[in-house]
């Protein structure tokens, strides 16, 4: 069997313009969510959308391309890994997320958007 590896590949639209840091240094990080349809038919027959909103960063070069050329609704392709973290919340509370450090974007959509 191949070598397995933490790999993430999406394709969605941008929710809002991606949120920018400089960090000490310079170094970039950008922060931006995607939503991602799926359309199936349930027991009825009726036509449904599940949209599920992933939480996406991206350090360096992919951050700058990112605050350069990504908007809000503009239709990506990602590639990336699974990033699990912790932290405590103002109240002290232990807190969870789940996030894909991207490596790679790809736009798609009308060019003439952009």
Do not use: C
């Not at 951050?63 to 912790?86: C, D, H, P, T, W």
Request: hydrophobic share 35%; net charge positive; no cysteine.
């Amino acid at each position: 069997m191949y070598a397995l590896k933490n790999k993430v590949q999406l394709i969605g639209n941008l929710g809002a313009n991606p949120e920018i840091k400089t960090l000490d240094g310079g170094r970039k990080l950008a922060r931006f969510t995607v939503a991602t349809n799926e359309t199936y038919r349930n027991a009825k027959g009726d036509k449904v959308t599940d949209t599920q909103w992933h939480t996406l960063i991206a350090w360096g070069k992919v951050a700058e391309i990112a605050e350069k050329y990504l908007k809000k609704g503009s239709e990506i392709a990602v590639e990336g890994k699974l990033i699990n973290r912790s932290y405590n919340d103002k109240d002290g509370n232990k807190k969870y997320s789940t996030e894909v450090q991207v490596n790679e974007v790809l736009m798609l959509g009308d060019k003439s958007k952009a």
